[in-house]
């Protein structure tokens, strides 16, 4: 809980003074919304419906996938790329009727002698490629990979739907204090479906554009030799070489999130008021930002500052769940294990009650997790619309007369 002590140290360090409304009173604000709608009273089951609202919007924040197969396949040849390339006295002769022991080496290699080698042209590398890919070996997994592909494919499109929907379904539960799905869901269908097609050519074009810069340090890291010996590598070589591209790179993934802010706090919050379609809300966020360019500057750094405490709160909360719950379930582990394997003899018992006790701990854990999210979900947005509110762009959003006679009896 922060006081107005904190609130008062807080404003000193970010010298901030937004246009009517000190940046304490409008945390102060959205902290006593936040409680009022999520402690005053508790419910557990208006909690299970935010998490879920707040899930699928996004708000809870995102996930990242990194998979890199054959990472550890790649070091695992004991000879260079010069040697493997050209073969010497010491190498065998190639048959081109054996094709086993070839593919192997096309599989392992194919990628890293691309960057390697500025001899191995774009056009050989296509079609080594497509030779590996139309092998023996892969080509009746083709279509099971063409399969999964699409199913994958339709998984994507499916929850970037249900995400443009719940945005704003998102935005309603908040506004209104409300868990209300099937209303909202209907009643902001054309605004979803705008959202929708915008994300869609957005991930495309960042997809192409990620793509772009991929192929430009590739091209570079190849003009320049310094992966000639892929073996021995000076990795403050390889950077100086992809320095230019790396800060593209961090510059882009940096406007990138910029965007997904403005998007989700600011023209979704437009397009649901107005009832409007997606360039209707961006040109008012555009207006806006030119009436306000220094409160919506200061609005950001703040939600910048506000982010990175509320990370280290969240940081300090999990580490301590998960302590605690690891402590928990040694504990009644242990217990179960001395009460049924060392008194009862029972082993096999003992094995179906930890399998069934330890799902049962990481469904817990998970939801502890989420529900740790939510609070600083809901305080953010309540943070975004108090800000528009108290900004005098036209949006009278959210009032809360009780806090304001507070602060009123409180200054007098």
Sequence with gaps: ?????????????????????KLGVLIEKSIARTKQMLFKPFSFKKWLWLLLIAS??????????????????????????????????????????????SEPEIETNIFIRFVADKNFKPKEFFLAIKQKVLSEQIRPFLWIIGIGFFVLMGVVLLFTWLYSRFLFIWFNAIIKDSIAIKEPFGRYKSQGLSIFKVTILMTVFGVMLFG???????????????????????????????????????????????????????IVLFMAVKRTTFWPGFKELCRVLSEHKKDMFLFVLVSIFLGIAMGIIYLIIFFSGLLISGLTGLAVGGLLYFLI??????????????????????????????????????????????????????YDLLALPEIDSAKEKSDN
């Design 56 to 101: 699928l919007s996004g708000a809870l924040g995102g996930t990242s996938f990194n998979y890199n197969p054959g990472v550890n396949n790649i070091f695992e040849q004991p000879q260079s790329l010069s040697e493997s390339a050209e073969p010497g006295e010491n190498a065998e002769p190639f048959e081109p009727g054996d094709q086993s022991e």
């Design 341 to 394: 394997v060392f008194l009862l003899k029972l082993k096999l018992l003992f094995n179906i009650l930890a399998i069934i006790l330890l799902i049962c701990f990481i469904f817990l854990f998970v939801l502890f997790v989420a529900c740790i999210g939510l609070p600083l979900a809901v305080f953010f947005q309540n943070f975004v619309l108090y800000f528009i509110t108290n900004l005098n762009c036209g």
């Design 212 to 266: 772009l810069i991929v192929c430009w340090g590739l091209s570079v890291l190849r003009s320049s030799g310094v992966c000639a010996d892929i073996y021995n590598l000076d990795f403050k070589q390889v950077f100086k070489v992809l320095r230019f591209s790396l800060i593209t790179l961090f510059v882009c993934f940096m406007l990138s999130a910029l965007w997904n802010f403005f998007l989700s706090k600011f």
């Design 1 to 21: 809980m922060v006081n107005g002590g904190q609130l008062l140290i807080f404003e000193q360090i970010i010298m901030i003074k937004m246009e009517k409304l």
